[in-house]
């Protein structure tokens, strides 16, 4: 119990706090491996229901106004390359329980991006519900094209540096094959590979 404790506390230090008005919520059991650094969102809200023991090994960036979940059983390995989630004013990222994500991957939302339970997220992948590439600092400018959600269901696998594109939706246990770029729909079962991406065999 007591080594359960001074991994919180020390995780607890490790928090970079600043700024108002975002929410991370955390379920039982996320693993958060690396330095965590939270920005625009207030202290009390930080971990809401958080974990008991967390595990830094690396980093894992989370900045922006709007609303992150991280559910149950949840793994964040930002040891060898930072792991960034980001959020526009209003929007949702929800990583679902048992997601498992690797170095190196950012996510941005300035709508919506859902990550279902289950998806193993590979090394360097990117993941982005709008064209309008986020800058720390600045707001969301007038005219910036429009956001269109992005979902994973239960069971996608994405393999190294795949970009995911607005408006892709990804059936359950769809595999997408390493450096593949994607933006359509696919069924379930499908593989993906390609550059830009194909369906090479749908179910």
Known sequence: MARILNLWQRALLQLRVAGQGACVEVGPGVSLLGQVRVRGIRRRDVLRRAARAVSLLGQVRVRGPGLVRIGPGV?????RSAIE????????LTLGEGVVIDEGVSIEALRSVRIGARCRLGAFCKILDNDLHFVEGEGIREGAPGSHPVTLEEEVTLGPRVIILPGAHLGRGTRVKPGAVFSHRTRAGAEVMGH????????
């Open 196 to 203: 830009p991406a194909r369906v090479i065999s749908p179910a």
């Open 75 to 79: 793994r964040l390995d930002g040891r």
């Open 85 to 92: 989630l980001v959020t526009g004013p209003g929007a949702e």
